[in-house]
Nanobody, 125 residues
């Protein structure tokens, strides 16, 4: 049974930083791309970043430079370092797993097979 568990979300002041974690089990982790998505109240779930199985990254353009993804295959864990947080970053953050996907497909929720339950990030002004 595949499980993805996010952690690290909390209340933080604008300008602060957070590191989210996504711990995976039940799959051959190193073979999966791990995507990060977020959903703010009354908004669509949007793609944030994908940490590709080989270690490269892909980011939503507006977030590149503030958000950095990484992975530790030995720990079956992917991280999302978020810096210079803004109130607009307030959302539930989800991680999701997919076997190798390329290009714009990484931005599509439907391409990911497994999802975590989400972790709440709240940025106060």
């Amino acid at each position: 049974q595949v499980q993805l568990v996010e952690s690290g979300g909390r209340l933080v002041q604008a300008g602060g930083s957070l590191r989210l974690s996504c711990a995976a089990s039940g799959l051959t982790f190193s073979r999966y791309d791990i995507g990060w998505f977020r959903q703010a109240p009354a908004k669509e779930r949007e793609w944030v970043a994908t940490v590709i199985s080989g270690g490269n990254h892909d980011y939503a353009g507006a977030l590149k430079g503030r958000f950095t993804g990484s992975r530790d295959n030995a720990k079956n864990t992917v991280y999302l370092q978020m810096n210079s947080l803004e109130p607009e970053d307030t959302a539930v953050y989800y991680c999701a797993a997919a076997p190798s996907i390329t290009g714009f497909s990484r931005r599509s929720r439907g391409r990911y097979n497994y999802w975590g339950q989400g972790t709440q990030v709240t940025v106060s002004s």
